[in-house]
């Protein structure tokens, strides 16, 4: 697990992340403190039912009280009974459902369902967050700042204010507060977070139902992806947040939401909450092409090198298969998704819409003196520095894929290294410490390992100039004639960080001095290297960068003050709204707006894993067994939906959110977008922006019928 320490470099970016005004009808992210102020009247008039009070609320629980973040914003959860019962997407559960597999007990393959309470399997690094309350503090720090601070004076004092304001809001309670800022730094808010550390999986579906149509369905639709996995939040005997123990006891929470087995139509209104992850909507146009030739690109060039090494090992052995599938999820999740938003990006000419956008502003600007002294540089601070910084740009993302993402012995040896410092002489942490190495070590295969090392070495060599290169290369090329292959099995032999026998023999009696001679640590010590020297060349570039953005964004709210505004996604909990549709992707076709069990059944490939169906599924299918859940057709009869779409505006991080009707209950869970949208994180599309989401009652079917986990349907409250 990666400590938070190393956070920065895995965060290092050189793109501009701005906001957007809301043009579409149910475009918008938007922070639930705001609803009664911004939204409640539009919404009402789509189908809510409930009031501004009943979505956020400090004073009663409300609808917010239901939702989680998980993993500090990596995936969204919903609270569905009294007992901190809580479901989330399949994928999000996945590497907790990898971590107890094994080829006697394959949870992946076979499912996993907790006959009792004391059945469910700890996690002992996840972890879920309730939001308690929002708080605008963007007064206080605002009116201690001004125009003619550098942008280092205003980091500072931006960080002094914030970190006072936190100290104030924690008190001496056991919560997490957080300041973060919004539309590029010109508004702040405060969030105070309860983090609860006990996280039980309780069940999940084979993933020949959870993850049914795997990449060659993935940001697709239609889909019949029964995308869900099941966890439970314990707490200490005194209802506080408290390390996993056995006498721990299931979280009696604020508010659940209620499950509807009501269906959904065409047209019912529809909320999404959750914690999206990250938007840029207003990259400037530079900034799209940037994204488009550097990011993308290179990270579909470098993904799909290092996917096909570990498939080729996957396909081998159930053992690596195990070891690697969440990692191989993880990674062809977001390289399909780089293909698909660079075409959506250039079918949908973004490039040229945002230029207009650009054009309009400046006029606006040049308009009056004032303006013009105040934002009138905002587009070239940004031109310029997203030009300068282009060349770094093109490294930084080299380095994220070839090193930091490349062979995992590299960070890890980085990660424990450093840790290993601190630890030494403090039981606790060296128990921490050999906890993540045997967790390393359980999903590791050396030879997939010296396989990606060699190839991103030998890409990294051949695609970058000299002046980035780390100095271990000089090396390769003086001692072993360049050979990366002899290279590689030459320190994948020595390494404590390769191998678990050495690792543990060294671990036995640890001699720090000594890790300083290990050919892992030294390559790791050679790639931060690059990383610094990029960030020293690029500081002033940034600096500017960061000045455009703030005044190129606070021209534009000026220049819309009488629109509704909503910030960039950023991991904090949003609200958005939208209806069930159907959608049109391109000329003469039309997609309904829901999938059933019957598709499923017409994609069966025996021969492809992606395409198993489980023989039970089949007998409940042809017999048409659907319980309660099955959606009756005006004809009297009676079919499985499996899957829906909404117009709610959701990205990365929003996965495992609830999707709730008008009356706050829950009808299904959002688990991708659609291919035709992918440019959606940058320019949102009314008419192809799709929300895919697996229906509650495919969810129920599943649990009930197809695992006979009814006692987890008693604990939900379901409407009928």
Known sequence: MIKKFFVIFIAFALVLNTSVKAEGDDEGMWLPLLVQKLNMKKMKKMGLKLKAEDIYSVNKSSLKDAIISLDYGSCTGEIVSAKGLFLTNHHCGYGEIQAHSSVKNDYLTDGFWAKTMKDELPNPSKVVSFLIRIEDVTDKINSKLDDDMSEDARRLMIKNISKKLEAEAKGDSHYEVKVQSFFKGNDFYLFVYETFKDVRLVGAPPSSIGKYGADTDNWMWPRHTGDFSMFRIYCGPDGKPAEYSEENIPLKVKHYLPVSIKGVEKDDFAMVFGYPGSTTRYLSSWGVEQTMENENKIRIKLRGLKQEIMKSEMDKSDAVRIMYASKYSRSTNYYKYSIGQNNGLKNLNVIAKKQKIEEDLTKWIDAKSKRKDKYGNSLSLIKNSVKEGNK?????????????????????????????????????????????????????????????????????????????????????????????????????????????????????????????????????????????????????????????????????????????????????????????????????????????????????????????????????????????????????????????????????????????????????????????????????????????????????????????????????????
């Open 392 to 720: 770094y740009n093109i490294i930084s993302n080299y380095w994220f894929e070839s090193f930091w993402g490349g062979a995992e012995a590299i960070k890890f040896s980085l990660n424990n290294s450093r840790g290993l410092g601190e630890a030494v002489g403090n039981k606790e942490l060296m128990d921490e410490l050999k906890k993540e190495a045997d967790d390393f070590f359980k999903n590791y295969y050396q030879p997939i390992d010296i396989n990606i090392f060699v190839t991103m070495m030998n890409t990294y060599k051949k695609d970058i100039d000299k002046e980035f290169y780390p100095e271990f290369f000089t090396e390769v090329d003086n001692k072993y004639g360049g050979n990366f292959r002899k290279y590689a099995e030459d320190v994948f032999s020595k390494s404590v960080y390769t191998d678990k026998k050495r690792f543990d023999k060294f671990f036995k009696n640890v001699d720090v001095s000594t890790l300083s001679d290990d050919p892992m640590v030294k390559i790791a010590g050679d790639i931060l290297k690059i990383y610094f020297d990029v960030r020293e060349k690029t500081n002033k570039i940034n600096d500017n960068l960061t000045k455009g953005e703030r005044l190129f964004v606070a021209a534009l709210l000026k220049k819309e003050k009488k629109k509704s505004h909503y910030p960039d996604a950023n991991s904090t909990m949003r609200l958005t709204y939208g209806k069930v549709g159907d959608y049109e992707p391109r000329d003469a076709v039309i997609y309904k707006h829901y999938t059933t069990l019957e598709g499923y059944m017409e994609k069966e490939d025996p021969t492809n894993e992606e395409f198993f169906v489980h023989k039970k599924l089949k007998e409940l299918y042809n017999k048409k067994d659907y319980g309660e859940y099955g959606h009756k057709l005006p004809n009297g009869d009676v079919e499985m939906r499996v899957c829906f779409t909404t117009d709610n505006d959701i990205t990365g991080g929003n996965s495992g959110s609830p999707v709730i009707n008008g009356n706050g209950e829950l009808i299904g869970i959002a688990f991708d977008g659609n291919w035709e949208a992918m440019s959606g994180d940058i320019a949102f599309e009314t008419e192809l922006q799709k929300c895919i989401n697996v229906d509650i009652r495919y969810v129920l079917f599943v649990i009930d019928k197809y695992a006979g986990a009814k006692r987890l349907i008693k604990e939900m409250k379901i409407v009928k």
